[in-house]
């Protein structure tokens, strides 16, 4: 299935969908390793997430040491070896897993936000982004670009932003937090303009808890109060979806 420029991918459950997905990364590593020394890629950091990580660190045909890694957002405040922090969840499921040539963290205590942010933009754009792998939020965010902060045109690559009170509420769903209270209110993260940059763009989006975030990104005018619609705009974009996140698509086939 395809709409505007995105394709769209529905599997029986998130085993297939990870499995997939990761094959069709793994293709795109080394399509672009044919013709390039080495590569970046950032990657989000949730469970969605899991089933892919899972089925990307066993591909054992993946050339890692000609691979940058970069995570696409992080809170603001966490303890560095606090577990909620989503540079230490890639570490544990994929950072430490494979050789990548280097990893490069957003911090998650810093006395200057704006430098750490500059600093980061700098290791970006030194590296290059090449693939993109990501998810997509219960309120439609991609990264941390939340409907209120979202901005398609943004200047900045990687900017402070106030979390919203639904972003903050699925870190909860997740179990990634036991209450609310516990959620930092602001984090880091890579702006738009920024994930739109990869010539590749691979969006993992499993559960029920989604589907009207994968309704919207779908069918709701592109705009910034669904920020998630930008990928129709996306060439080579492609969305993984599993039956619970697919239940609301029109005549969704498998």
Known sequence: MKIDNLTIDIFPDRQAMGGQAAADVSAAIRELLGRKAEIGMIFAAAPSQNEFL???TADSSIPWNRINAFHMDEYIGLSPDAPQGFGNFLKERLFDRVPFKEVF????ETDDPRSACDAYARLLAGKGVD???MGIGENGH???N???VADFNDPLPVKVVDLDPQCRAQQVHDGCFATLADVPAQAFT???????SAPYTFCIVPALTKAEAVRNTLYAPVCEK???TILRRKAHARLYLDTDSASLLNNHTI
């Open 131 to 133: 693939i993109v792998c």
């Open 226 to 228: 669904y920020p998630s």
């Open 190 to 196: 890579l702006t738009i303009p920024v994930l739109m």
């Open 54 to 56: 899972s089925a990307l």
């Open 142 to 144: 991609i990264a941390f």
């Open 105 to 108: 963290y957003i911090p998650k």
């Open 146 to 148: 939340d409907p209120h």
